[in-house]
């Protein structure tokens, strides 16, 4: 019992007791509250930041799309042209999200349940492809397959197409998305150590089945993050694909070529059209990517 | 060495390290590294002198210039903006705070060309924005500056997000402390705040930077590719390419490679030292 | 929105469920062809079904013609060639990909259809072009493709010289207008279409040298009530070639397929064709037909000017050329 000071007790029938005032409760004060008006400018400017930069651009891509009227709109998109780009593109980002997912598994494996001198430079050498850009991701593969190129007059005896051609594309957009997938699941698996798979392993699991029945359920909210955004970079890829593909209408153009060549074509409209496809996708994944984030208890 | 010491092979619990460290490296050569190498193997082809001729050319070194010279600029931008929007979104409650913080990952998913006919028509003559901005003689598509906007466009994300788990991870009794000891909201800011998150910040306007100098796709709608005055490095090498110059396309190549290569050094390195401080990796 | 996803997913499916053409065939053209070569070829299945019960597919490629030259070079699977000019198609023969006397397997030197090079300014021709000195004025800026890719640039720049060449008579003043002229270009894209681009839609230059047919294209996309035609007091005679690409066709066992092709564009039926879109026909009764649709101008050629396309290439647009020495970027 704390001794109040002498003049707040008052007289009662039994003796003194102590009555504390009415005290308002205090306000618990943040300190890290920065004042109002500086919150509200910096408020405002974040708004008006990103509004100009991020949103206004995106929502001209659909207003532009349908600028024209939902005619012109729907056959941009029944038009063979885009129809063929469509299926390409989903080839090509199927291909590059299931190589790059295996790949990114085994890599991941290799790297985070083990230790070995070089690790940091194998790392940095799969972040690579991040930094190169896309321009001269094209080239290199030009300077490998194309007819001029190292293995150029040999291919072409097998008669195997890779540049102007689909493997060409593929492999540009491999390339460029290498490292995306392997990126999310090296630090979840580190983090979740080799407690799990060594328990599996003692109890007689084979080095297979740890990794299916124990490690793959472990990481993959992370695996799914790393195909979202993998997948939503393969299918946007523009300058490499650009550099190898042949620009041939219908069958080498991928969306983003074929929406250059609708805009180089004085289409405009359909141009847009086809790009607010990727726009949704753009938001779909978004979406998809913050659920995901909640999952993994990231951001 | 005797052999039995030699012999003290690391005996790993986990299986299967060989075939898939083996199957690692292998898929990297082959994707990555020999792919990578080829350019410098065709770069080989011309001498010492033919390189430096090729890449102090008045056209190349422009296009460098301006790739680079914008690049850092756009970094900047992003930099204090960036900070500025990761502040609000880690600090403060305010409606749409949710719906700004997944907007701000936009130019990460969108396709870069989808982001280059957007911007351009926006800041065109005709466009939303271009319509005010021309009046008043502010020229931004198919100038220096429409690439300069392009640019900020799709670095925006990388210092907000580098930045925000270590802002939200930053403990708040440093700040109270400074507080109580009657620091102002301002050098509280500089002298607690900051600090903790510059190793974040700089990985940040790196990352941006690396991005921005290759950027091509949501670029080349907007810039005026006029050489020597809106022509970005990447669509040189394009163009020499398209005249089947190809010396001269990896010359260029090369020195871009280089430079994004010793950003990822630099990168790695700032990420090493961000996990040293806050013990936590970017 | 249901609706137009699952017609979207339909249209995917039926795109899948390939309807395999019976006869591929891949046409490398040049820039500005697009337009005309979406009619030809609809015109030409039409006509390839009634003929031969068979169904045939003809895919396309456009882009600088210099440049798509270098693709089929390098490796692009043309059936047919149908490019800006003939040193083009030479460069592809002299690979061994086209046999060396294609250019007498059809008639009128394999160029079923001609042009010309005109001017394309804003309405009203705010700054008075009249003729090719007008372009080397200071203060006009001018926009033209880049010769070491563009198959029309290169047409552009050798009717500049031929006119200086005729008026003044001496090489260095036509040196002197063609080099001016190029100070006045801001930006050099790498192909006929891509310059247009750059006029009509970025609004860039005051004077596009072009295709005649992509000149009168221009107005009819965008409205005669933004831009005019000028035509000069003399221009070249422009004669795209075709070709077939011997090597591919062989390999592909599409030879008569893409000969039919190639001798569609002089039928009467693809002569028309080609009038309609503004290229100047061969065909005299078709020529005649169309005659108001194109403007007078007095011709010359290359051979006459300057002995021939080797020859100029080699003079002219070859590394170290002419070019290389004026445009000094």
Known sequence: MTLLPYSEYVPHDEGWIAMAPARPKARKLDVRADPPAVKWAIIALTFAFLGLFIVLPLINVFAQAFSKGLEVYVAALHDDDALAAIKLTLLVAVVAVVANGVFGLIAAWAIAKFDFRGKNVLITLIDLPFSVSPVVAGLVFVLLFGLQGLFGSWLAAQDIKIIFAVPGIVLATIFVTFPFIVRELIPLMQEQGTEEEEAALSLGASGLTTFFRVTLPNVKWALLYGVLICNARAMGEFGAVSVVSGHVRGVTNTMPLHIEALYEGYQAAPAFAVASLLALLALVTLVAKTALEKRTGKG | ?282 | MRQMLLSLAAGLVTATAVHAADVSLLNVSYDPTRELYVAINKAFAAKFKADTGKTIEIKQSHGGSGKQARSVIDGLQADVVTLALAYDVDAIAERGLIAPDWQKRLTENAAPYTSTIVFLVRKGNPKGIKDWDDLAKAGTKVITPNPKTSGGARWNYLAAWGYALKKYGSEDKARNLVRDIFKNVPVLDTGARGSTVTFVERNIGDVLVAWENEAYLALDEFGQDKFEIVTPSISILAEPTVAIVDKVVDKKGTRAAAEAYLQFLYSPEGQDIAARNHYRPRNPEVAKKYEGEFAKVSLFTIDEVFGGWKKAQAAHFNDDGMFDQIYTQ
């Open chain 2, 1 to 282: 060495m005797s052999k039995a010491i030699a012999i003290r092979r690391t005996r790993r619990v986990i299986p299967g390290f060989g075939v898939t460290l083996g199957v690692t490296v292998l898929w990297l050569s082959l994707i990555v590294l020999i792919p990578l190498a080829a350019i410098f193997l065709k770069t080989a082809e011309l001498s010492i002198g033919q390189f430096f001729a090729i890449v102090t050319s008045r056209r190349v070194l422009h296009a460098l210039q301006l790739s680079f010279g914008l690049s850092f600029a756009a970094a900047a931008v992003n930099l204090v903006f960036g900070m500025l929007v990761v502040w609000a979104l880690v600090r403060y409650r305010f409606p749409g705070r949710r719906i700004l913080d997944a907007m701000v990952d936009i130019p990460f998913a969108l396709p870069t060309a989808v982001a280059g006919i957007a911007l351009t028509n926006l800041y065109a003559g005709s466009g939303w924005i271009g319509r005010h901005l021309e009046p008043l003689g502010i020229k931004v598509a198919f100038t220096p500056l429409g690439i300069f906007v392009a640019l900020v466009f799709i670095g925006l994300p990388f210092v907000v997000r580098t930045v925000q788990p270590v802002l939200e991870d930053l403990e708040k009794e440093l700040e109270e402390a400074a507080a109580s000891l009657g620091a102002s909201r301002w050098t509280i800011f500089c002298r607690v705040v900051l600090p903790s998150i510059f190793p974040a910040l700089l990985t940040g306007f790196a990352l941006a930077l690396a991005r921005a100098v290759g950027e091509y796709g949501s670029v080349i709608f907007i810039a005026g590719n006029l050489p020597n005055v809106s022509e970005i490095a990447p669509l040189l090498i394009v163009i020499r390419l398209q005249e089947f110059r190809y010396a001269d396309a990896t010359a260029i190549a090369v020195v871009m490679l280089v430079a994004a290569f010793l950003l990822l050094f630099v990168i790695n390195a700032l990420q090493r030292w961000s996990e040293a401080r806050t013990g936590r990796r970017l």
